[in-house]
């Protein structure tokens, strides 16, 4: 029986190539949304995957989701928390709804779905957490207080749970892009977007597929033994010590 992946925010960008990764590696794939209802359906008539749609920033609104998810396709066995927004601002302008929307909806909202899909992991003694950093997680960004502090937050969060979900066959790891070329991305003006791809050493912006098969071999069986870890995909930009 295959085995069931829930992607939050698995209908565009990223999301929706690790969905289709995901489904193309025989998972049997859950995609969450938040709010784009057409590009969602656009999405599930595409590639067959159903949708759920709830805000994953809202505890109660994942447990009604997963109940959903559970009963159309099944107990989740890996979870993949994308979901994500940006908020940015100078901090001496950073408002406290700037902060507090970026950190419910980048790290709260991993908590509120990876707490209640904890459980049957470990009952069934096997789970995949793959958590989605960032780049700015990692070094930093100016503008982006919030979003990097969420996404470090991630690193912290993935390494805690890596060692409790070690003995019941779970393991939590991190993807940390670089920039890619989204639909997110390709709204930045040319000069700024230029500016961007002179800092990337490979010489040009990630595609969404290679964070997708980062994401799939991290779910598979060949990767039991790495947990805890945090995974760079972007091109030698940034590259931790």
Excluded at 59 to 81: C, I, Q, S, T
Excluded at 157 to 184: H, Q, R, W
Excluded at 196 to 207: D, E, F, H, Q
Excluded at 227 to 234: E, Y
Aim: net charge neutral; hydrophobic share 45%; charged share 20%.
């Amino acid at each position: 029986m295959a085995k069931t992946a829930l992607v939050t925010g698995g209908t565009r960008g990223i999301g929706k190539a690790i969905s289709e990764m995901l489904q193309a590696k025989g998972y049997s794939v859950a995609a969450n949304y938040g709010g784009n209802d057409a590009a969602a359906a656009a999405f599930s008539k595409e590639t067959g995957i159903k949708v759920f749609k709830f805000d994953v920033a809202d505890y109660d609104a994942v447990g009604v989701g997963l109940k959903a998810v559970e009963a159309e396709v099944g107990p989740v066995d890996v979870l993949v928390n994308n979901a994500g927004i940006t908020r940015d601002a100078p901090f001496h302008k950073m408002t406290l709804a700037h902060w507090q929307e970026v950190i419910n909806v980048d790290l709260t909202s991993a908590f509120n779905v990876t707490r209640q899909v904890w459980d049957g992991m470990r009952e069934r003694n096997f789970g995949r957490i793959i958590n989605i950093s960032s780049i700015n997680g990692q070094k930093g960004q100016f503008t982006q207080a919030n979003y990097s502090a969420a996404k470090a937050g991630l690193i912290g969060f993935t390494k805690a749970l890596a060692y409790e979900g070690a003995k019941k066959g779970i393991t939590s790891n991190v993807v940390a892009p670089g920039y890619i070329d989204t639909e997110m991305l390709q709204a930045v003006k040319p000069e700024v977007l230029e500016g961007i791809i002179a800092t990337i050493p490979v010489g040009r912006l990630g595609k969404a597929e290679e964070i997708a098969s980062m994401c799939a071999y991290l779910a598979s069986e060949e990767a039991a033994f790495i947990n805890g870890a945090t995974m760079t995909v972007n091109g030698a930009q940034y590259i931790a010590g």
